[in-house]
């Protein structure tokens, strides 16, 4: 008992440790931008940091294809020994001499043997030449890989920085709200102990006060969210101690840099670059060299080999007893029937290889389908971005007036506190409009593969 207290009090310490809060990353101590977020996530995102861990582990792979093509230099050593009863004599009466026994041939009752050897195939059937296709198209097809992992991580980031941004304007749109209807109840309070408007319009500015806290809470919200999930993109494990806002400041801004798109040159940029594409490109050109490989099992197989040998002598008790020498030679060894099972191999590599085919031109048309959808949602933004611009300046003065005329005993409270309402809700449409160009540029280059150089060939053919 007292030694299981012990483990668990050091276990807890040692999670206390492990825990306790370290110095705040230099990122984290000034206001970030952009460019610097994505390159934080390339270096610590774990899902780009799997991705490389692929890249190397295929790398492996294709090191392991080429070895068939390869000299193997082979070494052997035995060693045997054995009851001298189930040795088997051979008597030589032929060649006994007066007065002496007959001789006889006794094998030696402790053997061994040792040989190096340089192997090297010569033939395979085709394998060894599509052995050396085989490990360069998956190290290519590892990199496109990899680039359509990191192209997917990186237009997350971007997408993460825009709703901070985003979380941040709402912030301002709704506390602004705020201020203003306070300020409004309070001018309505001192109308109302001056007797000048009733107690209705009191309680009518307090309940829309009111109302105008929870979408202030809810941006707040928002934005500890979106901060949340940034520094979850960017590999961050955020300390234990931090309950609620972690100290994320941003230096860009939301900003709508304007994207001419041309849809027809847009959708063969996609085709042409995005690296999913190739990756299924070099899937169906590997499938091929699968097919080759299983064909491969209807030919023979030749292999040169040459080395050194030595052995004890097989007629001697003297284990120092030796012969030694170089040994060279070929070897050839060919199925003429195996059941069926090259037969097999090669209807399946073919079925394969078609099964590549198909998924290569279904992902080419929803490619297709998505730089279409991509550049609608981006003439969509672009739009009611260009829309609601307007609408907030009209929003801003209609304002100004309600205010202007109520002063005068023209308009009314109801008036001032519509003109409110709609300038806060036209101001809260007008940064979503702007987050969403934004998100909507960063999809466009993403669907048409921008950015990242065109590494299959046949594709750039």
Known sequence: MLTLLAFTSARGLADADANAPGPLPDWLTRPLPLAEALNLAEQHNATILKAKKDLAATAGVAIQTRALVVPKVQAA????????????????ANLSFPGQPPFSLVYADQTWSANVQLVQSIYEGGKLTSALRTARLLNEQAVLRYEATLADT???????????????????????????????????????????????????????????????????NDSRIAKNNLANLLGYNLPREVWEDIPLRLSDKLAATPLAVDLPAA??????????????????????????????????????FGGYEAHNFQFSTDLTDQRHGWLAGAQMSWDIFDGLLTKGKVEEANALRGKARYDLEDTTRRIELEVRSRYSQLVEARQVLEAQQKVQEE?????????ARAEAGTATQLDVLNAQTSLTEAR???????????????????ATGAGFQVMDSAAAN
């Not at 237009?155 to 941040?168: G, K, M, P």
């Not at 309070?186 to 829309?208: C, S, Y």
């Not at 449409?429 to 280059?445: G, K, P, S, T």
């Open 395 to 403: 929003a801003e003065e209609a304002l100004r007036l309600a205010t």
């Open 428 to 446: 809260s449409i007008q940064a979503q409009a702007l987050r969403d160009y934004v998100v909507a540029v960063a999809r466009m280059e993403r």
């Open 267 to 304: 959708i063969e940029q996609a085709l042409k670059k995005r690296p999913e594409l190739g990756a299924l490109r070099k899937e169906e050109a590997l499938r091929g060299e699968a097919v080759i490989n299983a064909k491969a099992g209807y030919k023979p197989r030749v292999q040169l």
């Open 154 to 220: 990186l237009t997350d980031v971007r997408v993460a920085y825009a709703d901070i941004l985003l979380a941040a304007r709402q912030i301002e749109v709704q506390q602004a709200s705020v201020n203003l209807l306070a300020k409004e109840l309070d001018d309505t309070r001192r109308r109302f102990d001056a007797g000048t408007v009733p107690r209705f319009n009191v309680l009518r500015a307090e309940v829309e006060l009111a109302n105008a806290r929870p979408r202030l809470i809810r941006a707040q």
């Open 77 to 92: 050593s035995s060693y045997q020994a054995v009851d001298p009863n189930s040795l088997d004599v051979i008597p030589l």
